[in-house]
């Protein structure tokens, strides 16, 4: 009697299954480390334009003060709330910057990136009249839950400004609520949102 092997053919149900399952695995694997590639670099991302705007407008501050006391201009420094223009004397911008644009996620709108805010010290005791300053880069993406992305702190002196010449104002209207905000969590007491200068 002749035995008739037959080859086997195809996979079993198990081996089959078994085969399914490892694809999910590699495949929900790769979704995973592709999304988490994709939020890394837009956190990176992120996190440099912030920093840039942020020296962009400490140092556009500190060009024009030092430039408005040297030549003995009177000039208000701060940031407007509408659009975080950087002003100088009478309003007029110290520059514009052209923002990235993107559309916020409560509102739908389409928004500028960043809403950025300028406070400003000085110590009415301090003969040198040394000008502290802060400024804050607000994720405008996520607004009204502010994400402040960036707080830049420094600080400038011009010589021969004697005591009384700067004084800060904080006559600021915010119907956005930024300001409040900030004050209510940075510890801004005492800081002002502009500051003047009067050479006279």
């Given at each position: 009697m002749r035995r008739i092997h037959r080859n086997k053919r195809g996979f079993t149900l198990v081996e089959m299954?078994?085969?399914?399952?490892?694809?999910?695995?590699?495949?929900?694997?790769?979704?995973?480390?592709?999304?988490?590639?994709?939020?890394?670099f837009m956190t990176t991302y992120n996190t440099n334009d912030s920093s840039d705007y942020a020296m962009l407008y400490a140092n556009g501050f500190e060009n024009s003060f030092l430039a408005h006391s040297q030549n003995k201009t009177a000039g208000t420094f701060g940031t407007r709330p509408a659009?975080?223009?950087?002003?100088?004397?009478?309003?007029?911008?110290?520059?514009?910057?052209?923002?990235?644009?993107?559309?916020n996620v409560n509102t739908g709108h389409v928004v500028d990136k960043w809403i950025i805010r300028s406070y400003f010290y000085v110590d009415p005791t301090d003969a040198s009249q040394t000008v502290k300053y802060k400024f804050f880069v607000i994720d405008n993406y996520y607004s009204p839950t502010w994400k402040v992305m960036?707080?830049?702190?420094?600080?400038?002196?011009?010589?021969?400004?004697?005591?009384?010449?700067?004084?800060?104002?904080?006559?600021?209207?915010?119907?956005?609520?930024?300001?409040?905000?900030?004050?209510?969590?940075y510890n801004l007491t005492g800081w002002g949102n502009y500051i003047i200068y009067k050479p006279t």
């Open positions: 299954m078994l085969a399914l399952a490892i694809i999910t695995i590699i495949g929900w694997t790769t979704v995973a480390l592709m999304m988490a590639t994709k939020d890394s659009d975080s223009i950087l002003e100088d004397v009478a309003g007029h911008a110290v520059f514009t910057p052209r923002q990235m644009q993107t559309t960036n707080v830049y702190e420094g600080s400038v002196w011009a010589p021969h400004i004697g005591v009384g010449k700067l004084t800060l104002s904080s006559a600021y209207t915010d119907p956005q609520g930024v300001d409040t905000y900030l004050r209510a969590n």
